[in-house]
């Protein structure tokens, strides 16, 4: 079984703060992790993903994360917030099985960034 | 221009009149998914599809149906909808890797 939690579902940040999105994961075997971000009335887009190698991983809009497999997280980070970052955040994690791409999500964080 | 595509985009129907929302895909991809998106609750998997004809139930099956007849399309079917199915409800693909690529959702209303 797996799981993910995302602390705090809603997160305000001033325009050119970092941000900061918490995710926790729990998985049987060793996870394969996404960040996606949805924007307003959009669907689903990956940010960066987290499969296997180097555990700081590098997305799109300079959005990074990192794996830490003895903390069970895979925080997400953006040095400086634009007010176009304002979105939903999810964290996913994955287990390959003979199940297939079973993407467990968690509860999402609202994003708003404050001129 | 590779996508995923849902019809309709917004729907309000009333409880128990049969409805299908379909979902088709230009990637050629083997993975295809169901999922409903709820304040609060992320997204949950309804049904999922390794290939043609080959379908499984995910975390919140009850209710819905899928049938993957070709492997491009892979339609939801809620026969008696019900309230407590208005919800956001996005369908997604891909090959192996897990990296799914998502519709642009279609919003449900049960009257």
């Known amino acids: 079984a797996q799981s993910v939690t995302q602390l705090g579902s809603h997160v305000s940040v001033s325009e050119g703060a970092l941000v900061l999105l918490r995710c926790n994961y729990s998985?049987?075997?060793?996870?394969?992790l996404f960040w996606y971000v949805q924007y307003p009335n959009q669907g689903l887009q990956l940010l960066l993903k987290?499969?296997?190698?180097?555990?700081l991983v590098k997305g799109i809009n300079g959005f990074e994360a990192e794996f830490k497999k003895s903390e069970t997280s895979f925080h997400l980070t953006k040095p400086s917030a634009h007010m176009s970052d304002a979105a939903e955040y999810f964290c996913?994690?994955?287990?390959?099985?003979?199940?297939?791409?079973?993407?467990?999500f968690g509860g999402g964080t609202r994003l708003m960034v404050k001129p | 221009e590779a996508q995923v595509t849902q019809n309709p985009r917004y729907l309000i129907t009333v409880t128990g009149k049969k409805l299908t929302v379909t979902c088709s895909q230009n990637?050629?991809?083997?993975?295809m998914s169901w999922y409903r998106q709820d304040p609060g609750l992320g997204l949950r998997q309804i049904y999922y599809s390794m290939n043609v004809e080959v379908t499984d139930k995910g975390d919140v099956p009850e209710g819905y149906k899928v049938s993957r007849k070709e492997k491009r399309n892979f339609p939801l079917i809620l026969e008696s909808p019900s309230p407590n199915q208005t919800s956001l409800y996005f369908c997604?693909?891909?090959?192996?890797?897990?990296?799914?690529?998502f519709g642009p959702g279609t919003r449900l209303t049960v009257t």
């Open positions: 998985s049987s075997v060793p996870p394969y």
């Open positions: 990637m050629n991809h083997e993975y």
């Open positions: 997604a693909s891909s090959f192996s890797t897990s990296v799914q690529y």
């Open positions: 987290y499969t296997t190698g180097a555990t």
């Open positions: 996913a994690v994955s287990a390959y099985n003979n199940a297939g791409n079973m993407l467990t």
